[in-house]
């Protein structure tokens, strides 16, 4: 039931094991973030802290969107689940580290998924889709309705002058938990292709029917897919207010954040792990880019232009033409 | 009349006369979705799209915005032709309507709506119009012409499109590739150019619904993803390819929302067709009158 690209990919690529592709990754991690250190530009934190968001958010969508072939518009409830669970944390007890909000927007999130999954999952896929839509709208409506994180007025966070453990700037800080967010998604993004789950994963893309026949739990595998994505899409978002300050139900569920988190993933490709890497890097650094030198509305024209533009034109993404030409 | 008697008799009123316009905006999706299996949910932007032309149309040159719906409704319609064809020929052809299909959608909702935003900013526009703020007086109830008027044009694109599709051979085409694409081949008929046709009225009906939209409410380029929702959820529960079920849906959920925000508060609205789409997908995914 594997696809033949599936094949081709797991022979090219370099026969990684697990642990080892995952200290390469913390290897990479720490390179980049000395480098930072050695830079000093607070702006280069602010920026790159935005990319390793989106690879977090593209990547987690991948997970479900991807390798299962079930679309997730919801993306906002739960980025928002996540954001908004560490506002409440914030409020009733401010001096929780970081880390441990991230795993419980991580937690809450990964909860609601299971519950839209098992009531939806059972369906055709489009009809996930358009719930996961409407999701994003009624948690929208919760949160606006919910005076005690802000409601419609927003929330103010204070985040600490000094960021703990390393010293500097807070938002080396938020940048550091980000990065190791990353390490952390991506190793279990590889993790998954490489094992049972993952070829289970690709039945039920190619054909859900012969998978469900051949004795593949499509449901259970569905629902472990869609409590991963999401839970990973939470733990995106928790460190949200520290990073804005300022948090109201408009910016929080921005359609941007929807928006980029599908098109990064398809622009880069989406049958493996490195191409929402690929996506966001791109993708990422190309809006910070026009976001300065043009303008900040022109910037959130791209992901959607350049996501309609792909799937018509190359719907394998970038990772598919290289692959292609090799 | 007790007062909160009439409270509830007018909330249920108006309820329906809302759900009357839910009909129209869904109705787009209940052919491109219920009958063509094409998951358009970009379709609100373009009742959004529907609106501000109506909005230019009115403050620019004072034309009354139904009658600008009448005068869009071509261009919609080819419009709509347009976005079949790249659909077709990317997607449909090769066998990847869920995951690119849909993500191809999602991308065209957020260009119109940053388009939308681009060109007229994030106020609120509104259309002048003789029916736009008198109301009928029936006793203890009160009928706003705003929400009669929307009421009247929708039911009358539903009903002239239920004619249409059960009496004119074109319309008995798009039933049969709704049904049975390859029958309709066999035919001798062009399964495409049917489904190209049927594509280009469900975004005309855009036209008209984004007219009755910019009647009944100010409008802003974002709010159109609070009818995605309530779009489909009509859709959903009223069952799939069913005019009729999809009306009963409309007019159900307008009285539960009107309800909900009369009683509860206008804020918590929107929840409400999310809980009617679970709901439904849990218990009866095919609907009140599906097939």
Same mark, same amino acid.
């Given at each position: 039931?594997?696809?033949?690209?599936?094949?081709?990919?797991?022979?090219?690529?370099?026969?990684?094991?697990?642990?080892?592709?995952? +200290?390469?990754?913390?290897?990479?991690?720490?390179?980049?973030?000395?480098?930072?250190?050695?830079?000093?530009?607070?702006?280069?934190?602010?920026?790159?802290?935005?990319?390793?968001?989106?690879?977090?958010?593209?990547?987690?969508?991948?997970? +479900?969107?991807?390798?299962?072939?079930?679309?997730?518009?919801?993306?906002?409830?739960?980025?928002?689940?996540?954001?908004?669970?560490?506002?409440?944390?914030?409020?009733?007890?401010?001096?929780?580290?970081?880390?441990?909000?991230?795993?419980?927007?991580?937690?809450?999130?990964?909860?609601?998924?299971?519950?839209?999954?098992?009531?939806?999952?059972? +369906?055709?896929?489009?009809?996930?889709?358009?719930?996961?839509?409407?999701?994003?709208?009624?948690?929208? =409506?919760?949160? =606006?309705?919910?005076?005690?994180?802000?409601?419609?007025?927003?929330?103010?966070?204070?985040?600490?002058?000094?960021?703990?453990?390393?010293?500097?700037?807070?938002?080396?800080?938020?940048?550091?938990?980000?990065?190791?967010?990353?390490?952390?998604?991506?190793?279990?993004?590889?993790?998954?292709?490489?094992?049972?789950?993952?070829?289970?994963?690709?039945?039920?893309?190619?054909?859900?029917?012969?998978?469900?026949?051949?004795?593949?739990?499509?449901?259970?595998?569905?629902?472990?897919?869609?409590?991963?994505?999401?839970?990973?899409?939470?733990?995106?978002?928790?460190? +949200?207010?520290?990073?804005? =300050?300022?948090?109201?139900?408009?910016?929080?569920?921005?359609?941007?954040?929807?928006?980029?988190?599908?098109?990064?993933?398809?622009?880069?490709?989406?049958?493996?792990?490195?191409?929402?890497? /690929?996506?966001?890097?791109? /993708?990422?650094?190309?809006?910070?880019?026009?976001?300065? =030198?043009?303008?900040?509305?022109?910037?959130?024209?791209?992901?959607?232009?350049?996501?309609?533009?792909?799937?018509?034109?190359?719907?394998?993404?970038?990772?598919?033409?290289?692959?292609?030409?090799? | 009349?007790?007062?909160?008697?009439?409270?509830?008799?007018?909330?249920? *009123? $108006?309820?329906?006369?809302?759900?009357?316009?839910?009909?129209?905006?869904?109705?787009?999706?209940?052919?491109?979705?219920?009958?063509?299996?094409?998951?358009?949910?970009?379709?609100?932007?373009? &009742?959004?799209?529907?609106?501000?032309? !109506?909005?230019?149309?009115?403050?620019?040159?004072?034309?009354?915005?139904?009658?600008?719906?009448?005068?869009?409704?071509?261009?919609?319609?080819?419009?709509? @032709?347009? %976005?079949?064809?790249?659909?077709?020929?990317?997607?449909?052809?090769?066998?990847?309507?869920?995951?690119?299909?849909?993500?191809?959608?999602?991308?065209?909702?957020?260009?119109?709506?940053?388009?939308?935003?681009? &060109?007229?900013?994030?106020?609120? #526009?509104? %259309?002048?119009?003789?029916?736009?703020?008198?109301?009928?007086?029936?006793?203890?109830?009160?009928?706003?012409?705003?929400?009669?008027?929307?009421?009247?044009?929708? @039911?009358?694109? %539903?009903?002239?499109?239920?004619?249409?599709?059960?009496?004119?051979?074109?319309?008995?085409?798009?039933?049969?590739?709704?049904?049975?694409?390859?029958?309709?081949?066999?035919?001798?008929?062009?399964?495409? #150019?049917?489904? #190209?046709?049927?594509?280009?009225?469900?975004?005309?009906?855009? !036209?008209?619904?984004?007219?009755?939209?910019?009647?009944?409410?100010?409008?802003?380029? $974002?709010?159109?993803?609070?009818?995605?929702? #309530?779009?489909?959820?009509?859709?959903?529960?009223?069952?799939?390819? $069913?005019?009729?079920?999809?009306?009963?849906?409309?007019?159900?959920?307008?009285?539960?929302? $009107?309800?909900?925000?009369?009683?509860?508060?206008?804020?918590?609205?929107?929840?409400?067709?999310?809980?009617?789409?679970?709901?439904?997908?849990? *218990?009866?995914?095919?609907?009140?009158?599906?097939?």
């Amino acid at each position: 039931m594997v696809s033949l690209a599936d094949k081709q990919q797991a022979g090219a690529a370099p026969a990684l094991g697990g642990i080892p592709f995952l +200290l390469v990754l913390i290897v990479i991690a720490a390179g980049i973030f000395a480098f930072g250190r050695w830079l000093n530009i607070s702006y280069a934190f602010f920026a790159g802290y935005v990319v390793l968001q989106y690879i977090v958010l593209g990547t987690a969508w991948n997970i +479900l969107g991807g390798y299962t072939g079930y679309v997730n518009f919801g993306i906002t409830a739960f980025f928002a689940i996540g954001a908004y669970s560490s506002v409440f944390l914030y409020k009733i007890a401010p001096s929780l580290p970081l880390p441990l909000m991230v795993v419980v927007g991580g937690v809450l999130a990964g909860l609601v998924g299971l519950g839209m999954g098992y009531l939806t999952l059972r +369906l055709r896929g489009v009809f996930f889709s358009i719930a996961t839509l409407a999701l994003a709208v009624v948690v929208q =409506t919760l949160i =606006t309705n919910w005076d005690f994180v802000g409601g419609a007025r927003g929330a103010y966070v204070l985040r600490p002058r000094v960021a703990p453990l390393i010293g500097g700037d807070y938002v080396q800080y938020l940048f550091l938990v980000m990065l190791g967010l990353c390490v952390v998604v991506l190793a279990t993004a590889r993790a998954i292709e490489r094992s049972g789950l993952g070829y289970g994963f690709a039945a039920i893309r190619d054909d859900e029917g012969a998978a469900e026949a051949s004795g593949v739990p499509t449901l259970k595998l569905k629902l472990i897919a869609t409590v991963l994505s999401g839970g990973f899409m939470g733990m995106a978002g928790a460190p +949200l207010p520290y990073y804005v =300050t300022y948090l109201d139900p408009a910016s929080g569920f921005s359609l941007n954040y929807a928006v980029n988190a599908i098109a990064m993933p398809l622009i880069g490709g989406t049958s493996s792990w490195l191409g929402p890497v /690929v996506g966001a890097v791109l /993708v990422g650094g190309l809006q910070e880019y026009i976001r300065v =030198t043009i303008s900040s509305a022109a910037n959130v024209l791209v992901a959607g232009g350049l996501m309609v533009a792909f799937v018509i034109a190359a719907p394998e993404g970038i990772v598919g033409l290289f692959r292609r030409k090799r | 009349m007790d007062g909160s008697l009439g409270l509830l008799l007018n909330a249920v *009123v $108006s309820g329906l006369l809302l759900g009357g316009f839910y009909a129209a905006v869904s109705i787009g999706v209940a052919i491109s979705f219920g009958m063509l299996d094409i998951v358009n949910i970009a379709h609100p932007a373009f &009742i959004l799209l529907g609106s501000y032309v !109506a909005y230019l149309a009115n403050t620019l040159l004072g034309i009354d915005p139904l009658l600008t719906a009448v005068i869009a409704l071509p261009a919609f319609y080819l419009l709509g @032709m347009a %976005v079949y064809q790249v659909y077709y020929l990317s997607f449909e052809r090769r066998q990847d309507q869920s995951l690119r299909g849909l993500s191809f959608f999602f991308g065209l909702l957020f260009i119109a709506e940053v388009t939308l935003v681009l &060109i007229f900013g994030v106020d609120y #526009r509104l %259309v002048q119009a003789p029916y736009i703020g008198p109301s009928l007086h029936l006793g203890w109830l009160e009928l706003p012409l705003r929400l009669l008027v929307p009421f009247l044009v929708s @039911m009358l694109m %539903v009903v002239g499109l239920q004619l249409f599709l059960t009496r004119s051979f074109t319309g008995r085409a798009i039933e049969a590739v709704a049904q049975d694409p390859l029958a309709l081949r066999l035919m001798a008929a062009d399964p495409t #150019r049917i489904k #190209r046709v049927a594509f280009g009225l469900s975004f005309a009906t855009a !036209a008209i619904a984004g007219a009755i939209l910019i009647i009944i409410q100010p409008v802003e380029p $974002s709010i159109g993803r609070e009818y995605i929702g #309530r779009i489909f959820a009509i859709c959903v529960l009223g069952g799939l390819g $069913s005019f009729s079920g999809m009306v009963i849906a409309a007019v159900t959920l307008g009285v539960v929302e $009107s309800l909900t925000a009369t009683f509860f508060g206008p804020s918590w609205a929107p929840a409400v067709s999310f809980g009617v789409l679970l709901v439904t997908l849990a *218990v009866r995914p095919s609907g009140i009158l599906g097939r």
